[in-house]
């Protein structure tokens, strides 16, 4: 578990899938650097400072977390050192406070370095960012403690997953079962698997004997038969997967569109849903309307009000009422809009017939190019500048195609922060 305290959000820029992204937030920046010396660029492309890191972590609430010779500090947006590198091990900071380890133990600190939990515990970390509960281990088992310290769930588990509504999935002897904030038991440790409450209502299980999965509300009545293969739940979707296709129900289990539709992940961007069907694409909506009708040869999911779709060997682009909004005359693979700009690239079958994207370029949304695609990789960065991959250099150019600085990471090429 120390690993995930360790783990640094990395965007990394895939062949078959560039990512076109920025963020916005009070500090933007990259990471570059190899190995043992990585060091932080601002916006423009020019580092914060002189110094070099094994490990920069993502910036949060104002600091940084990095690694120095073994050991865990945090630096402002300037490179100044704010807490010294004292630390085994360390979180991010969130909500204000950061776990952190020292001699095998965690405990946890707030932005100034103080000690608002001493170290006392074999883990301590936030269970997501916007949990005020954070999740701790002692004794090999699992509980949960306020930012003050104090026991919410006394640890007896042996493992406890997401806080979703205010209940918890907790493992119990190898069973798992649903208990409130209180310690309450809502469904008994009888089952193979649970889901999060995240729609505040049901959620999914799987029995013993039976690795199928159904859906259950907090009042234990079964409102889906667990005949499926899976079951995703989300705030607004329950998906469902059986033998290889997927359908869609509603938080109270009344299914509104059967599992006909070829299985991925895929589930709702901006309304709407891809559905695939004996090779054609289309979209329904979260009431299950097919709103789009399965006419297209393929698509991508909607991003921005927008979505790429094939018709006749080319790519355009449709809105939400199934209108054209950029002409069909894009030939390759297409890629959906993100902060105003949609990669698109040629399309070749390396050995083995799978499929390899070739050189990427971006489009705005009034269909015209502006990035070229002679790039291996190719994503939005900030203030119409781009990052691009080429001849194994990852760089930050302009929308002149101009270089303003060499990224130099090797496994994950660049990273913006939150």
Do not use: C
Not at 231 to 247: A, C, F, M, P, Q
Not at 273 to 287: A, R, S
Not at 305 to 315: M, Y
């Amino acid at each position: 578990m120390n690993k995930i305290l360790k783990a640094a959000l990395l965007f990394t820029l895939y062949i078959s899938a560039p990512i076109a992204f920025a963020q916005k937030n009070d500090f933007k920046y990259y990471i570059a650097g190899t190995d043992e010396k990585l060091y932080i660029l601002n916006q423009d492309g020019k580092p914060i400072s002189n110094e070099t890191y094994s490990y920069i972590g993502e910036f949060s609430e104002g600091l940084f977390l990095v690694e120095k010779s073994g050991k865990f500090g945090y630096i402002d947006k300037k490179g100044a050192i704010v807490l010294p590198f004292i630390y085994d091990q360390a979180s991010k900071v969130m909500n204000g406070v950061a776990a952190v380890q020292i001699d095998g133990k965690y405990g946890l600190i707030d932005q100034k370095g103080k000690y608002k939990i001493i170290p006392q515990y074999e883990e301590l970390y936030f269970e997501n960012n916007d949990s005020a509960f954070l999740k701790f281990k002692n004794n090999g088992l699992y509980g949960l403690i306020n930012k003050s310290g104090k026991v919410i769930i006394p640890n007896k588990y042996d493992n406890l997953g997401d806080i979703e509504n205010g209940f918890v999935a907790a493992q119990s002897n190898g069973n798992y079962g649903l208990i409130d904030l209180k310690d309450n038991v809502i469904a008994p440790f009888i089952y193979t698997y649970l889901g999060s409450v995240k729609n505040g209502y049901s959620f999914s299980f799987s029995e013993k004997g039976n690795p199928k999965m159904g859906l259950m509300n907090l009042s234990g009545k079964v409102l889906l038969n667990p005949v499926y293969d899976h079951i995703y739940t989300s705030l607004d979707e329950v998906r469902l997967i059986e033998n290889r296709k997927k359908g869609i129900a509603n938080k109270y289990g009344i299914v509104l569109l059967k599992p006909e539709y070829r299985s991925d992940f895929e589930g709702f961007n901006d309304g709407l849903m891809l559905l695939e069907k004996d090779g054609k694409f289309g979209f329904t909506n979260i009431n299950g309307q097919i709103v789009i009708d399965l006419i297209y040869d393929a698509a991508r999911p909607f991003s921005e009000g927008l979505a790429p779709v094939l018709k006749d060997g080319r790519w355009g682009f449709i809105n939400k009422k199934g209108e054209t909004s950029i002409d069909f005359k894009f030939v390759g693979v297409m890629v959906s809009f993100h902060d105003g700009f949609a990669a698109y690239g040629k399309r070749k079958v390396s050995s083995g017939g799978h499929y390899t994207t070739d050189k990427w370029g971006l489009i705005d949304k009034k269909g015209n190019i502006v990035i070229q695609n002679k790039y291996d990789n190719v994503m939005v960065a900030y203030n119409n500048n781009f990052i691009v991959e080429l001849d194994g250099k990852k760089l930050l150019i302009n929308d002149k195609e101009e270089v303003i600085a060499l990224l130099n990471y090797e496994e994950s090429p660049v990273t913006i922060g939150n």
